[in-house]
């Protein structure tokens, strides 16, 4: 079985993950957190940007996590659970093959994100569109931080096509939780 | 009756209108666009920028169309249907009132979307979000153009809030259709 990696994603209508980089993900619906808390149950290990690891470093000290970080040289095991490393210098796809994870969650941020599209690492997207608009703030996918070389012209002509598998509406005021998988066509 | 501004905007799962200024709005499905020429024909006008309008010049000729402009003077009518406007020197909403218009339909782009935001002129939302990813490329909401002096963190204060009405799935791959009112709290 090929491992499987699974985005959780919560953004506004406009597509902002948050306002700025120090910004909790507090302003998503108590629906929304109980989900994720589910979903992640269900994984192996979590790929996670060290921004926001440290913003929600409680929760997710419990759980194995393999932290990105480009301040560190390659790869540093902190305990048994919580893995730095550059995804620059280390192999992600062989590490996550060493260790035997088959359902890896990738919890963001932007770059983090961006990094897995542009590696295929990613074949399914939960994502939960709250009933918010921010007018600016940090996008979903950020492609030009992680890798200075590739401009966005590149980027643009591989747009990712992805099938919706289903749709939950959360709560009265509106938060809808969709379910895409990536489109094997 | 007050005049509702009602804004239809087509995005990627990523929160982006367009891959890059001239991109046509050829990307988004086939019934996206059936409803949304139903939803325009119940509309008295349509308010649109001018580089959306230069690509959907044909079908819009038919229509009442406000275009915003900001290289032209104030206001020109160039003809029964046709206005150019200046929206940094006319008072869009007293151009409404005057003309009659009750329904008013905001198509875009990002520059038109946030003057719309900016200027309370949002009523409603119909959202379509299309299955695709385009990684990069121009957001739904764009404060920073059209307003040079309003700082991103000035506009990050007066974040929306919103109440979905209504979700419908367009097609099989999973084009979905959400409509939100602006949430009178």
Chains 1, 2 share one sequence.
Not at 90 to 110: C, P, S, T
Not at 170 to 185: E, F, T, V, W
Request: aromatic share 8%; charged share 30%.
């Amino acid at each position: 079985m090929k491992p499987k990696y699974i985005a959780i994603a919560a953004i506004t209508l406009d597509g902002k993950i948050a306002k700025d980089k120090k910004h909790l993900s507090n302003w998503t619906s108590r629906e929304d957190k109980i989900f994720m808390r589910a979903l992640l149950d269900k994984c192996d290990v979590i790929i996670v940007g060290n921004n926001t690891y440290k913003t929600a470093k409680g929760p997710l000290s419990k759980r194995n996590c393999i932290v990105f970080s480009r301040s560190v040289n390659k790869l540093i095991s902190k305990s048994v659970k919580l893995v730095y490393c550059n995804p620059k210098k280390v192999d992600v796809k062989k590490l996550i093959r060493d260790r035997g994870y088959k359902r890896i969650a990738i919890l963001g941020g932007a770059q983090t994100y961006s990094y897995c599209l542009k590696n295929k690492m990613l074949d399914e997207l939960y994502l939960t569109i709250e009933p918010l608009v921010f007018g600016s703030g940090i996008n979903l996918f950020d492609e030009c931080i992680l890798d200075k070389k590739s401009r966005p012209t590149e980027i643009l002509k591989k747009f990712w096509r992805v099938k919706l598998i289903s749709i939950k509406k959360l709560n009265r005021k509106g938060s809808l939780l969709l379910h895409y998988n990536r489109d094997q066509k």
